[in-house]
């Protein structure tokens, strides 16, 4: 079990890991959720996941993407975020990973942590060698995976490959 918490301590919980997928997602709405460049999403089958403390509030987020709801948990007191459930994939649990006591305990090795949404990334954003990066999601579409790109050195993101993810996607949009 890992514990996690918000930065108050009114929410607590746990989670059985491993987690089944940890995404590093550069996408518009990770960034405004994380108030960051980027959130480093664990994702877990919903059964591994243990609300230990506290009753967090819900924010219900209708995804510009896909339309499907998103509900955000959080704390009340501090606003701290913990975890979201997702419409779009009733069976799992996404925790904001910056929540648990301790931050090194899932794997961020290549194989084991994908980056999304290249195409939206911050400008000198670091892209690290041998992880797959992805111009947006797994998904190209319904049930078709996309390509991803594989770095041989650690990158930093810059105009151009923006430009070129963008262009890959075949739309402006985020
Ligand atoms: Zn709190
Ligand atoms: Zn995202």
């Given at each position: 079990?890992?514990?996690?918490?918000?930065?108050?301590?009114?929410?607590?919980?746990?989670?059985?890991?491993?987690?089944?997928?940890?995404?590093?997602?550069?996408?518009?709405?990770?960034?405004?959720?994380?108030?960051?460049?980027?959130?480093?999403?664990?994702?877990?089958?919903?059964?591994?996941?243990?609300?230990?403390?506290?009753?967090?509030?819900?924010?219900?987020?209708?995804?510009?993407?896909?339309?499907?709801?998103?509900?955000?948990?959080?704390?009340?007191?501090?606003?701290?975020?913990?975890?979201?459930?997702?419409?779009?994939?009733?069976?799992?649990?996404?925790?904001?990973?910056?929540?648990?006591?301790?931050?090194?305990w899932f794997e961020h090795a290549p194989g084991r942590a994908l980056h999304f949404?290249?195409?939206?990334?911050?400008?000198?954003?670091?892209?690290?060698?041998?992880?797959?990066?992805?111009?947006?999601?797994?998904?190209?579409?319904e049930g078709i995976p996309a390509v991803p790109q594989v770095f041989e050195t650690?990158?930093?993101?810059?105009?151009e490959l923006k430009a070129e993810s963008r262009r890959r996607l075949g739309t402006?949009?985020?």
């Amino acid at each position: 079990m890992q514990k996690g918490r918000c930065l108050c301590g009114e929410i607590e919980f746990a989670v059985e890991g491993p987690p089944n997928d940890v995404i590093n997602c550069h996408c518009n709405f990770c960034q405004r959720a994380a108030g960051s460049a980027y959130l480093v999403e664990t994702l877990f089958g919903k059964a591994k996941f243990h609300l230990l403390k506290g009753s967090p509030k819900v924010y219900e987020h209708r995804s510009e993407g896909s339309a499907k709801r998103i509900q955000i948990h959080f704390c009340d007191r501090c606003g701290t975020k913990t975890h979201m459930l997702f419409e779009r994939f009733p069976s799992s649990v996404g925790v904001f990973s910056g929540t648990y006591d301790d931050a090194d305990w899932f794997e961020h090795a290549p194989g084991r942590a994908l980056h999304f949404f290249l195409s939206t990334a911050p400008l000198g954003t670091v892209l690290p060698a041998g992880h797959e990066v992805y111009d947006a999601h797994y998904w190209q579409s319904e049930g078709i995976p996309a390509v991803p790109q594989v770095f041989e050195t650690h990158e930093l993101m810059t105009l151009e490959l923006k430009a070129e993810s963008r262009r890959r996607l075949g739309t402006s949009k985020s």
